[in-house]
T-cell receptor, first 115, second 115 residues
């Protein structure tokens, strides 16, 4: 049961344009969401998060939007830079019980930003 | 140490052999997590520790997999009688929080190849 889904395996964008990465979830108990970025041969690094009490969180070039009714979130990168090329994962902490401490990750989207 | 350290960084083993993967979390981090990423797949949760106990080990794929943590610090993931489908990058992460809302810090992983 894939509770966090990233349906686009890859995205290619020109430098300077906007990158939009999408994520859907099925568990309505999720109340917090995180985005991670992963370069090859490195561990994922935390990028930005959003609480379910908000619909938008911005940090520099990165903005995450949350649509609770649609169970959908998206990460916008503006302007995109070649150094943003990486795999992006969305994740949600477990909702209660012993799953409280763990993150459930989507499958990831490979972003390629062309100079 | 400054970050999460995993060893070895690469491991090639013959099918049927046992392997041990080691994780040194950030000093003082009480929570420790193991994930794996198979080729073309997302991050799959295996087990997490709070201190030396494991509240959630639901992600361990079979009884060939086990993990322990001693002294609230170092953790070892052991895979017995390795199979080719065990080939993956095994990632360890740690956090000072009991909730995953703040995310956690990952190591660079151990790439396991079973031949």
């Amino acid at each position: 049961d894939q509770q966090v889904k990233q349906n686009s395996p890859s995205l290619s964008v020109q430098e300077g344009r906007i990158s939009i990465l999408n994520c859907d979830y099925t568990n309505s108990m999720f109340d917090y969401f995180l985005w991670y970025k992963k370069y090859p041969a490195e561990g994922p690094t935390f990028l930005i998060s959003i609480s379910s009490i908000k619909d938008k969180n911005e940090d520099g070039r990165f903005t995450v939007f949350l649509n609770k009714s649609a169970k959908h979130l998206s990460l916008h990168i503006v302007p995109s830079q070649p150094g943003d090329s990486a795999v992006y994962f969305c994740a949600a902490p477990g909702a209660g019980g012993t799953s409280y401490g763990k993150l459930t990750f989507g499958q990831g989207t490979i972003l390629t930003v062309h100079p | 140490g400054a970050g999460v350290s995993q060893s070895p960084s690469n491991k090639v083993t013959e099918k049927g052999k046992d392997v041990e993967l080691r994780c040194d979390p950030i000093s003082g981090h009480t929570a420790l997590y193991w994930y794996r990423q198979s080729l073309g797949q997302g991050l799959e949760f295996l087990i997490y520790f709070q201190g030396n106990s494991a509240p959630d080990k639901s992600g361990l794929p079979s009884d060939r997999f086990s993990a322990e943590r001693t002294g609230g610090s170092v953790s070892t993931l052991t895979i017995q009688r390795t199979q080719q489908e065990d080939s993956a990058v095994y990632l360890c992460a740690s956090s000072p929080h009991s909730t995953a809302n703040y995310g956690y810090t990952f190591g660079s992983g151990t790439r396991l190849t079973v031949v």
